[in-house]
Every structure is written in structure tokens, then in C-alpha cells.
């Protein structure tokens, strides 16, 4: 999953850093007033981490009044098939709606699947290659015509657009069309436009999906915005975005790209064919912002109530509120892993050991403070599964004694390695990092500075990040520019270790482009383990999967985890029924957020 936020320069991220680590301490601790005065607010927030996987102020949501996000980035799209921004999956569900989606609710139980336009959860027969699926009563578009099985079809069809509606995920299209036979609704000769034969829509209520191959996440897919029903007389193709055709609670009233939007009730939604949403505000509007300073100063003052990007607020507004306003911020697991990643066809890295010895000789409080500290950063990471995913055991897993023995790094277990990999004095590399995020430059820093005491020299190379598909997403670019050392982080799309790890270790996921399994993992145990999953009904053997696919992703050395990341959030003062989620990855749960008053 990708998230953006624009940041500040590098230099005010530092020089704030040592101010918000001491912030950061009081406010863990417990220190200030939660109510009023230094560290509270006057005005009756809730608390520091009163959102933090719990409810706060849920019986205090009123009907009506305008909910106000702000944004320092826009999404990459609004249209449920391009979208692929966490924020806009957790905000689209205010004008669409899925099969199934995530549950309402906090922490954990928010990564749970529970039924949206279906009556129920699939009907999984046939050695879990059909599932099956029945419309409820008085599901409508905005004009009130009501939502068939063709709209969620040909909604889903549209994945197969790439080269006109490209940028979202596509587990549909693999997992249905794993050869690629169907050319997407656009080149259907079909009078229907509904040519797909994996998915059978025997009557309006119906719907029925035939995997070629068993895939145990599959309904986790059909959680994703980008299976929402598409109604084929109201799709404007690539313009789509712009306004999309509302099956939610709440449909676009104007969009400037770039600018902001706004959104008002859909008088033809049913509150009793929807299970999910309690729809509180009137309005829904969103500004953009280019400053993300002065969006966090207009958060603080109480103009807009809460960040739409939900990526932490930046240094210097996190100063002040931390100061001032503790009562407002949560501070919950990100659900990404910031990462750095070895390609093994950039030598000396084709040997384990000299991976190894960059793992053990790396600083790693060092690197934790420089994201932040312990908790704007994240907790020292010592795997690579995040602590959302069944199969996680978070800190408890650390084959290298990161959080622990080697937190500031090992330099004679460093020279071992070293030794082992033919390199006992070392050798020279390269680190690459995004110009455009000020914290991984500072991260690149601090691993260059510990690598420097083992006898690693690593060059510091930092690359355009809007280009970072076509520079380090290709692995033969990535060779040229002998990038050993690139740093990077991920997010789940939806809560598995295939919704997380299957883009990076699978060796099916190595592209010429885009490519996201840096380090070029061709293992036949990784590979065999992840058919094993999707081949798995069973949950609890899924799990233990899950935690066996971890131990050789890290067994191999291919990865130093940085942290497992955190943010601080601001939560406004008008908020009610605010909460984060495990569905989208620490969040605050959009759909349900409700104000204590309507005026």
C-alpha cells in the first residue's frame, strides 16, 4: 500500500528531532494535563491515545454539520479502480460500497471482513475456487436506480483497463485471469460489455466468482475499493475521478484537483440496506494544502479537524502540539516497515554474509531516532512482518538481536561476517534514498556512519521519488548504478502476509519495471510456502505460514528492518466516534466519524 505526505527540508526534520524526542517521552509517560493547560487542551479533547485502537467520545456523535479534512497531498485518483493511496481507500467508502469491507471497528477487529452490499459473507464451495454472493434489498446509486450484480461486474472489469485506467492494485485481474485472456470492458465485443467468464451474474441479486486457482485471501480482494460496483451508462473512463457515480451514503458536489473537494448527503442511500455506515455529517469537504506546516498550524487552531493523509503531522507542528494540545494526538503502529534491502546482483551482496555484516553493523537506536525515536519512529523493527499481520510476532522474533544484544550495532559479529563473505576488510557501496523525504536521507545517514566503523564504505546517492519505479523498481538500472543498499518501506494492502509480501518476495514479482522485490528473492522454500497459503482455507494454518514465510525472508539476510513505524495524528476537538484501525493500517477510521455538535 502506498502512502504520501509532502515533508519539510531535511535540515528542520533534524534540527527538530532532539526537541520532539523529549516531547515524545513526556507525552508516552503520561506527563501534562489531559484536560486543560500545558500538554491538554481547553476545549475537552479526549486524551493522549484515546483513539488508539479504542472508541473515543462514541456516544457523543451528532447528525449533521460539516466533518473537515485537510491534506498536504491529493489522492493519485478517486476513482475506486486507479486509487491506490491508503487514504483514499479508507475516505472512498463514503461514496462507494464493496461486497464486503472492513469492520467498524477498533484496533484489530478493524482488519475483520463483514458484509457490505451482500447479504452475508461468501458462500465458499468447489475447494474454495467459487464464491458466492446475493445482493441485499434497496441498494441504490445516487439517482436511485438500484445496484445489480452487472454494476459490481463490470465495476470489477474495469481493472482490466490498465492501459486507460492504470495505478490500482490488481490481484483481481491475476487472480481471476491469471493467463490474461480477457482485454477489460473497453475491447469487449460482448453487446453486454460483461464478457469476463471467471465472474457469472445469473440474476440482478447474484453474483458468482470462479477462480481457475484457489486463493485463500480472495475475499480480502473484494474488500478493496478497487471491486467496487461501477454502474457501465455512468463510467467516464479515465475522467472518471473527477466525480465518480456515488453507491455510498455521500456523493461529490465539486472536485478541483489539486485543490480540494467536497462532498453532500446522497438522498437516494438507505441507512437500513447499509449495515456499515451511520453516515453523521452533512458535509464532508477536504482542503489541500501545499504547506504541511501551515496545514498542521490550521489543524491546531481548529479550523479543519483532522489530516486525510493520516502519515503523521510534521516536525514542527508536532512540536507545538505536543507542547500545547497532547489531548489531541494519538499515536498508533503505522502498519508499514521502513526497510533498508540488499539487491543481490549488486556484489559483494550476493553473499549472505556480507548482507549480514550491514545487519550487524548498523546503529539501530541510531536509525530509530533518526526517523524520529521510539515514538514518532516506530519501535526498533526486528523482522519483516508487520505487528497487524496474522503470523506477526512482533519484537519477539529478532534472529539478530536488534532491540536487544545489537541495538547499537555489532562490530566483531559485523567482522565475522565479513571475514565469512571474503571481505575482511571491508568494501565500498552504495546507498540509495529519495531526495524527497527527508527522514530517509537522515536514515541513509546514520547507516553510513555505523557502516563506516566495520570498514563498509557506503556512498550516498539520493534520486528523484516521483521516479522511484523506473530508477529503483528496475532491477537493471538498480545494477548499473550499483545501488547495494536501497532504502525503502511497505504497507499491507489488505491484512495477510500475501497482501504484504507476496510483491516482495515472490520471485513471480520480479518486473523489468516497478519492480518491488529489490533484493531479487528467487527461493524455491519462499516461493512454495506462499502456494501453500493460497492453496490454505484453514486460518490457523495460515498463520503459521505466514510465520514460516518470515523466518526465511530474514533467515536469508536480505533486509535491515528500521522500525516498525508509528505516527503522531492529530484528532480535532469537534471529533466523535474517532478510532484507528488495523484495516487501514493505524488510520482513523473515516466512515463513521461523527461531531459532538451540528452546528
Known amino acids: 500500500m502506498t502512502t504520501q505526505r509532502t515533508s519539510g527540508r531535511r535540515k528542520q526534520a533534524m534540527a527538530a528531532a532532539a526537541v520532539v524526542a523529549a516531547l515524545l517521552t513526556t507525552a508516552a509517560c503520561g506527563g501534562g494535563d489531559d484536560s486543560e493547560g500545558k500538554g491538554g487542551s481547553k476545549t475537552g479533547a479526549a486524551g493522549f491515545d484515546a483513539a488508539n485502537n479504542k472508541v473515543a467520545q462514541a456516544d457523543l456523535a451528532k447528525k449533521g454539520g460539516e466533518l473537515k479534512f485537510a491534506g498536504a497531498q491529493d489522492a493519485d485518483s478517486w476513482d475506486t479502480t486507479r486509487g491506490y493511496y491508503g487514504f483514499m481507500w479508507n475516505f472512498a467508502r ?22 457490505d452490499l451482500a447479504t452475508g ?26 445496484i445489480t450484480s452487472k454494476d459490481v461486474k463490470y465495476g470489477i472489469e474495469r481493472v482490466w483497463a490498465q492501459d486507460v485506467l492504470a495505478g490500482g492494485p490488481t490481484y483481481l485481474k491475476e487472480v481471476l485471469d491469471p493467463k490474461g485472456t480477457y482485454q477489460g470492458p473497453y475491447k469487449d465485443k460482448s453487446a453486454d460489455k460483461l464478457g469476463l467468464k471467471a465472474i457469472e451474474t445469473p440474476d440482478d441479486k447474484t453474483i458468482v466468482f470462479k477462480l481457475p486457482k484457489a486463493n485463500s485471501d480472495f475475499e ?20 472518471y475521478g473527477l466525480k465518480p457515480f456515488s453507491s455510498g451514503p455521500y456523493k461529490f458536489e465539486s472536485y478541483d484537483p489539486g485543490k480540494g473537494l467536497k462532498l453532500v448527503r446522497n438522498e437516494n442511500w438507505k441507512q437500513s440496506s447499509d449495515p456499515v455506515r451511520k453516515a ?16 498542521d498550524q ?11 493523509n493520516q502519515t503523521g503531522m510534521s516536525p514542527q507542528g508536532r512540536t507545538t502540539a505536543l507542547k500545547k494540545h497532547k489531548a489531541n494526538l494519538d499515536n498508533p503502529v503505522s502498519g508499514y516497515i521502513r526497510y533498508a534491502v540488499f539487491p543481490q546482483s549488486v556484489k559483494p551482496f550476493d553473499n549472505e554474509h556480507c548482507r549480514k555484516a550491514v545487519i550487524y553493523g548498523a546503529d539501530h537506536v541510531s536509525l530509530q531516532n533518526a526517523r524520529g525515536g521510539p515514538i514518532a519512529g516506530g519501535d526498533i523493527g526486528t523482522n519483516m512482518l508487520p505487528p497487524s499481520i496474522p503470523g506477526s510476532e512482533g519484537q519477539s522474533y529478532d534472529p539478530f538481536e536488534l532491540a536487544t544484544a545489537n541495538k547499537s550495532g555489532n562490530v566483531a559479529k559485523a567482522k565475522e561476517e565479513l571475514k565469512a563473505c571474503g571481505q575482511p576488510n ?17 536514515t541513509a545517514e546514520s547507516l553510513q556512519a555505523s557502516l563506516k566503523k566495520v570498514g563498509i564504505t557506503a556512498d550516498i546517492e539520493q534520486y528523484d521519488g516521483s521516479q522511484t519505479s ?44 516497478g519492480n518491488n522485490n529489490y533484493a531479487l528473492i528467487k527461493d524455491k522454500a519462499i516461493d512454495g510456502l506462499f502456494d501453500d497459503y493460497v492453496n490454505t482455507l484453514d486460518d490457523a494454518e495460515k498463520t503459521k505460514i505466514s510465520t514460516e514465510i518470515n523466518h526465511k525472508v530474514m533467515e536469508g539476510g536480505y533486509y535491515l528492518p528500521f522500525v516498525f513505524e508509528k505516527f503522531i495524528n492529530w484528532r480535532g476537538d469537534r471529533l466523535a466516534n474517532v478510532y484507528t484501525t488495523d484495516g487501514y493500517s493505524g488510520m482513523y477510521d473515516f466512515v463513521n466519524l461523527g461531531l459532538k455538535s451540528a452546528k
Not at 298 to 308: F, P, S, V
Not at 481 to 505: A, T
Request: neutral net charge; aromatic residues 10%.
Open 94 to 115: 463514503y461514496y462507494s460500497r464493496q461486497l464486503v469491507t472492513n469492520k467498524t471497528e477498533p484496533g484489530k477487529a478493524g482488519a475483520e471482513l463483514t458484509p
Open 121 to 146: 459473507l461468501a458462500k465458499v464451495t468447489d475447494d474454495g475456487k467459487t464464491y458466492t454472493y446475493t445482493l441485499r434489498d434497496d441498494v441504490t446509486w445516487e439517482d436511485g436506480k438500484p
Open 220 to 239: 480480502e480482494m473484494l474488500a478493496l475499493i478497487s471491486a467496487s460496483p461501477v454502474r457501465q451508462d455512468m463510467d467516464t473512463k479515465s475522467k
Open 298 to 308: 490550521r489543524l491546531i487552531d481548529g479550523t479543519y479537524d483532522l489530516d486525510i
Open 280 to 295: 453523521y455529517p452533512d458535509v464532508i469537504s477536504l482542503k489541500i494544502f501545499s504547506n504541511a506546516n501551515e496545514m
Open 426 to 442: 571491508g568494501f565500498k557501496t552504495t546507498i540509495a534514498v529519495r531526495n524527497n523525504k527527508p527522514v530517509e536521507v537522515a
Open 470 to 513: 523506473g530508477i529503483i523498481g528496475s532491477p537493471s538500472n538498480v545494477a548499473k548504478k550499483k545501488f547495494g543498499i536501497i532504502i525503502m518501506g511497505w504497507g499491507p494492502d489488505f491484512p495477510s502476509v500475501q497482501g504484504f509480501g507476496l510483491p516482495l518476495w515472490s520471485s513471480s514479482y520480479i518486473l523489468e519495471s
